[in-house]
């Protein structure tokens, strides 16, 4: 998992507004580490409202390098047809539900993009990591947010490693965005654990890098994010 990140924890300026807006402030040098990063992996994946919201690319630029598959969990395949990522630049995969509207479905397969069914009710993300693995070779998964698709990634026991980009920046807000979102734990029993294996200095922002260590209990199955 890799993001971009506040001093105080959060991915956008406000809610429903674009990471984009944050990205400007990146270091040039570290938009060229993001960008190496999502060249060494197989596959990037970011929710489906990130996709409402920022309109992403997802492909390679700024270094040489191959666009990973794009993969977007939408359950009912709701993602509007101009979206940058159903372009030709990259292969693309939407993740579906039975729920989904033959309709949509149909409109998106019409542009050549992938859509395969994971799930009844939500996207299952261990069945779509397997998928992943099993029928399209994808070892190394980048995820790139947003906090709904962290939450359910970290719930799910697949997320291996996470690197963050800190941006030098408080913009505050109860209901902004931060890593992840989705339902609070109970106890400290619940807390995932970080283990800090790297940081540096990238232009001028700080990046660390940790190991995530889960609380004891069931294992994971899927591709490993990387990172
Ligand atoms: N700074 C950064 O690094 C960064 C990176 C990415 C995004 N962002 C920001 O994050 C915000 C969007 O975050 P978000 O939390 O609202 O949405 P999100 O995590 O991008 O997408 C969540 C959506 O994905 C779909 N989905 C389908 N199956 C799912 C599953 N099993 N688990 C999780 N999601 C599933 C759902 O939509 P359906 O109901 O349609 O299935 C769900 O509402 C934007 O403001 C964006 O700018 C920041």
């Not at 997320?159 to 920046?169: M, Q, S």
């Amino acid at each position: 998992m890799m993001s971009e990140i506040t001093a105080d924890g959060k991915l956008t300026l406000k809610k429903g507004s674009s990471s984009k807006i944050l990205m400007k402030y990146m270091d040039p040098a570290t938009e060229v580490l993001l960008h190496q990063t999502r060249a060494a992996c197989d596959a990037i994946m970011v929710g489906a409202n990130t996709i409402r919201i920022d309109n992403s690319y997802l492909t390679v630029r700024h270094v040489p390098g191959r666009s990973p598959i794009r993969v977007i969990p939408a359950s009912m395949a709701d993602i509007p047809l101009d979206s940058h990522v159903l372009s030709p630049d990259a292969p693309t995969i939407i993740a579906v539900t039975d729920r989904a509207p033959a309709e949509r479905v149909a409109a998106i397969r019409a542009m050549n993009v992938q859509v395969v069914q994971a799930g009844t009710d939500h996207v299952h993300l261990p069945t779509l990591m397997r998928i992943l693995r099993q029928e399209h070779g994808v070892k190394r998964l980048m995820i790139e947010g947003g906090p709904t698709l962290n939450w359910h990634m970290l719930h799910h026991r697949l997320v291996d490693e996470i690197r963050l980009i800190h941006l030098p920046f408080i913009v505050g807000g109860a209901d902004t965005p931060s890593l992840v979102g989705g339902m609070h734990i109970e106890s400290e029993d619940e807390m995932i654990r970080l283990v800090l294996k790297n940081h540096y200095l990238c232009g001028t922002n700080l990046v660390t890098e940790y190991d995530v260590i889960y609380p004891a209990g069931s294992g994971k199955d899927g591709p490993r994010s990387n990172p």
